[in-house]
């Protein structure tokens, strides 16, 4: 029986590189990426059967890279593998279509119990957050919690690009778009979030974990 392929993000390579000993004794380990832009290059390239992604990377983050990935049709199963303990990120994560949220203090056991639960069709949370995540599903605020659920999946992804310290035109680039338009939606996404300056810009990014400092 051949054993189950597995690409994984991470933009910590020596967190990455001990992964790889943790997995590769059950899964086939198809390759490591360490930014989301390269996991959606990989993950249509290599096809593999579960995705364990960081969210904070580099360019794009996991849950945006995940997202874009499920909307092209992507039958991957995902399990984010993550420091931010914040129930908010694994209601996001689970929006964009996750099978597993695993803290990175977790017991490494939970992470191979959520990729076998992802390949069986089921949902795995670690019971660090369980109690909260379902508690937050009953009040029904999760969404309403969701301050970049007010933000287009574009703008989230110039958010990220020029949280980063990237220029306009250095964005535009990268997206294939015009730097006016970059700049129209840094207007809007500055409008949206009550955002006066770039620094703030900075400070909301890395309170929502969409760059780490």
């Known amino acids: 029986m051949s054993k189950a392929r597995v690409l994984l993000a991470d933009d910590h390579r020596i967190l990455a590189e001990g992964l790889r000993s943790l997995?590769?004794?059950?899964?086939?380990?198809?390759?490591?990426?360490?930014?989301?832009?390269?996991?959606?290059?990989?993950?249509?390239?290599?096809?593999?059967?579960?995705?364990?992604?960081?969210?904070t990377m580099p360019s794009l983050n996991g849950i945006e890279a995940i997202e874009q990935l499920k909307?092209?049709?992507?039958?991957a199963k995902v399990v984010f593998l993550t420091m931010h303990h914040d129930v908010m990120y694994a209601n996001r994560a689970f929006e964009a279509g996750a099978s597993g949220?695993?803290?990175?203090?977790?017991?490494p056991d939970e992470l191979l119990t959520a990729i076998r639960q992802a390949l069986k069709g089921r949902t795995y949370v670690t019971p660090m957050i369980a109690g909260e995540l379902m508690n937050l599903y009953k009040s029904g605020t999760g969404q309403q919690k969701n301050t970049l659920g007010k933000l287009t999946s574009r703008q989230r992804e110039v958010l990220q690009l020029l949280a980063e310290g990237k220029s306009a035109k250095e964005v535009a680039g990268i997206l294939h778009i015009s730097t006016r338009t970059v700049e129209f939606h840094k207007y809007h996404i500055m409008e949206e979030l009550g955002i006066k300056t770039g620094a703030e810009l900075v400070q909301f990014a890395i309170r929502h974990g969409i760059i780490s400092i």
């Open 71 to 75: 909307k092209a049709g992507s039958n």
């Open 101 to 107: 949220f695993v803290l990175k203090h977790s017991a």
């Open 23 to 55: 997995l590769e004794p059950e899964f086939e380990l198809v390759g490591i990426v360490e930014d989301g832009r390269e996991l959606i290059a990989k993950a249509n390239q290599l096809q593999p059967d579960v995705i364990v992604a960081d969210i």
